[in-house]
Structures are given as C-alpha cells and as structure tokens.
C-alpha cells in the first residue's frame, strides 16, 4: 500500500466506512480493532486512541441481519420442503439452524458498518431545534402564509 495513512492532524479518517467496518477496524486511523468480542465494542481504539462511546447502532445490525437471511432462508425451507415432502419438524434440525448461522455470520460486518457510517458522517442524537421552528414561522406570518400550509 503506497498510500500514507497519516495526514496533518495525525490520522486519516476512512472515506469507505462499509469497507473499514465489514473489515473490524477503527473509522479513524483503518488500523485498530473496532471489536474486543464477537459483537462487543471496544472501548477505544488502541491505535489512536479513539474513544467509541459515540456509536450506538442499537438494533440496526440485527434488522438487517434478518431481513436479509430470512428469504433465503425461506426460500430454502419452501424448496426443501417441496423436494423432498420430510415432516415438519426437520425443519428445526435444518432450515433454524442455518437461519440462525446466517443471522450470525451477518451481525458483526453490519455493525461494524454502521458504526464507521456513525462517525463517517457524523452522526448524532436527533433534537428538535425550537429556534429554527419559531424563525421560521415568524417568516411565514410575515409573508403572510399559514403556519402549516404549503
């Protein structure tokens, strides 16, 4: 890699945050580990030092994991069922367990994802800017619009 990951303030940020979390690194300097468990973030990165308690990605890498996994899966279930008519219980020896690894294999790449997406673009709490709403509101009384209309 002939490419410096360093810039003037120190290191250079990713600019492909699906590509820098799928792998598990820090969105920051693309070399410490985004994980100390299979799932559970590290507290700071030990490379630069980036603390990692602006992430959240709550339930999203699970939505997604599912969501993903389940037509396959479904689809694999319906085709099994139909090629080979076995009772439906096999269906928890087989068709559960490789949508439950499926689920599994995706959560960690998704998460990491989500998080290098949270600090690529600076993500924050939502809040509700009050002054925003009463300037504009004010500016639509003056031009004489309704408050909610368009």
Not at 37 to 47: T, Y
């Amino acid at each position: 890699m002939s490419e410096s990951r360093f810039s003037a303030e120190g290191f250079t940020p990713t600019d492909n945050p699906m590509k820098t979390g799928i792998r598990g690194l820090c969105p920051r300097c693309q070399m410490g580990h985004l994980f100390s468990g299979f799932l559970k973030l590290a507290p700071r990165c030990e490379v630069c030092g980036l603390d990692y308690s602006f992430a959240d990605p709550a339930d999203g890498p699970a939505f997604f994991a599912m969501t993903i996994a389940a037509v396959p899966a479904l689809a694999f279930g319906v085709w099994f069922q139909m090629a080979f008519g076995l009772p439906l219980w096999v269906h928890i020896f087989i068709t559960l367990p490789l949508t439950v690894l499926s689920c599994m294999a995706l959560l960690r790449p998704l998460k990491g994802w989500l998080v290098c997406s949270q600090f690529f673009h600076k993500a924050e709490e939502g809040s509700i800017d009050f002054d925003w709403h009463a300037k504009a509101k004010l500016a639509k009384q003056q031009t004489g619009q309704k408050p909610g209309g368009a």
